[in-house]
């Protein structure tokens, strides 16, 4: 018998997310990344105690590839832009692991420097003690949600359409919304909306700072 070849966790890790990008997270198994690999599931076990640790490795690898360096110079504003876009950038190419990051995202340590850099520039534009808490939920919550809209109900989609399709009597400004958001770009869509969220931000640090 061939001795079982010796696995990294970052080709466990690779494998695990090959198999989601390809089947969908509802797919991933021990047995699925197993075969994946060529060894046998048994053989998996060695490295991975369960599914949990399988999805904490597949999280710090998608994670992983953000750079948390803070931005250098510029508004506050516009470094918080780019600490935002660089998750986007990352998760949005696996987006069936996004439900994951939510689980698993104080866990991974790629995510911990990433929150204590947004902290710091947080802390810079005035926002502290528990304003800063609910500031680094509602970013989280914001990059989380929309690259799952925009996975699963993409506005140039079919659900826009029915919109836009609705009974203009019964639903006027539903049916108008639908028309318009056919025409928004998803890059449009994503930043107009993080412009919201950073703007309410803007005025709670005028508003401490006054």
């Known amino acids: 018998m061939p001795r079982p070849r010796s696995l990294t966790e970052s080709q466990i890790a690779a494998a695990a997310l090959a ?19 060529g060894t046998g599931t048994m053989s998996l076990y060695r490295y991975v105690d ?20 803070p931005p250098a110079g510029g508004p506050w504003r516009e470094r918080l832009v780019t600490m935002v876009e660089r998750v986007r950038d990352a998760v949005a190419a696996h987006p069936e692991v996004v439900p994951l990051t939510l689980t698993h995202r104080q866990s991974s340590p790629s995510n911990l420097r990433w929150a204590e850099t947004v902290l710091g520039i947080l802390t810079e534009a005035g ?4 304003r800063r808490v609910i500031a680094l939920r509602s970013l989280i919550a914001y990059v989380v949600g929309a690259i799952q809209l925009e996975h699963l109900g993409p506005l140039s989609g079919a ?11 019964e639903f006027p400004l539903m049916a108008e ?7 928004v770009p998803a890059d449009e869509e994503f930043r107009a909306g993080l412009a919201v969220l950073l703007t309410g931000l803007e005025r709670e640090a005028r508003t401490d700072g006054a």
Request: charged share 30%; glycine share 12%; aromatic share 0%.
């Open 50 to 69: 369960d599914r949990e640790q399988l999805e904490a490795l597949i999280v710090e690898r998608v994670l992983g590839a953000v750079d948390t360096t």
């Open 19 to 37: 198999v989601i990008d390809r089947d969908g997270l509802a797919a991933l198994t021990m047995r699925a990344v197993a075969r994946e690999l």
């Open 127 to 130: 926002v502290d003690g528990e």
């Open 159 to 169: 659900g826009t359409r029915r919109i836009a399709a609705l009974p203009a009597g």
């Open 177 to 183: 919304t639908g028309r318009l958001a056919a025409g």
